[in-house]
């Protein structure tokens, strides 16, 4: 079945620095990506809508300029958490969504990535 | 709003135990709502979905069955097994087709 590729799984980083996380997708091709978060014993929220090739739709409430969000080819998504402070500690989950339009039920998921800010 | 709750987990069960994972929802209008599974170390998989009242998802012998007037969708396994251990999320699809997740319910199954 179709694969996506969460990478890093895990990240440590000092307060102040950026972290990139990268979404693939191995074995198709996705004009659309998700990006979520989830903190502990809380829901899984969606952040953003990444589209290929133009601007990342961003939820209420989330800072586009902290979460840099580049969908530059149709298998590539990154997450960029800019300046992370300890309150971005979470866990990031993306999804991908094959060819070019369909239902939001087929999605392919990462394995997601923790990040842990000092 | 929109909004999935879960029971909390973890929940640990012997094999071949009856599992049941609470989850209601709230939501306008008519949602669709599903059961997904993260094993460990890898993304979230469709295991069944419902797409209106009364309909009964199953998969893998997984239930779930959409009860409009108590806004819920219970997941339901009559004997589970170790290879199940996972953690649950449930999900609906909201009118402006985005998917809403509960804070998902981890699953432990001891032989």
């Known amino acids: 079945g179709a694969v996506v590729s969460q990478h890093p799984s895990w990240v440590i980083c000092k307060s102040g620095t950026s972290v990139k996380i990268e979404c693939r997708s191995l074995?198709?091709?996705?004009?659309?990506m998700f990006w979520y978060r989830q903190f502990p014993k809380q829901s899984l929220m969606l952040m953003a809508t990444s589209n290929e090739g133009s601007k990342a739709t961003y939820e209420q409430g989330v800072e586009k300029d902290k979460f840099l969000i580049n969908h530059a080819s149709l298998t590539l998504s990154t997450l960029t958490v800019t300046s992370a402070h300890p309150e971005d500690s979470s866990f990031y989950i993306c999804s991908a969504r094959p060819g070019t339009g369909g239902s939001n039920e087929k999605l392919f998921f990462g394995s997601g990535t923790q990040l842990s800010v000092l | 709003g929109n909004s999935v709750t879960q029971m909390e987990g973890p929940v640990t069960l012997s094999e071949e135990a009856f599992l049941t994972i609470n989850c209601t929802y709230t939501a306008t209008g008519y949602p669709s709502l599903f059961w997904y599974v993260q094993y460990p170390g890898e993304g979230l998989q469709l295991l069944l979905k419902a797409t209106k009242a009364d309909d009964k998802g199953s998969n893998k012998g997984f239930e779930a069955t959409y009860r409009k007037e108590t806004t819920s969708f219970h997941l339901e396994k009559g004997s589970v097994q170790v290879s199940d251990s996972a953690v649950y999320f449930c999900?609906?699809?909201?009118?402006?087709?985005?998917?809403?997740f509960g804070q998902g319910t981890e699953l432990s199954v001891k032989p």
């Open positions: 074995d198709f091709q996705a004009t659309t």
């Open positions: 999900a609906l699809r909201n009118q402006g087709g985005k998917l809403i």
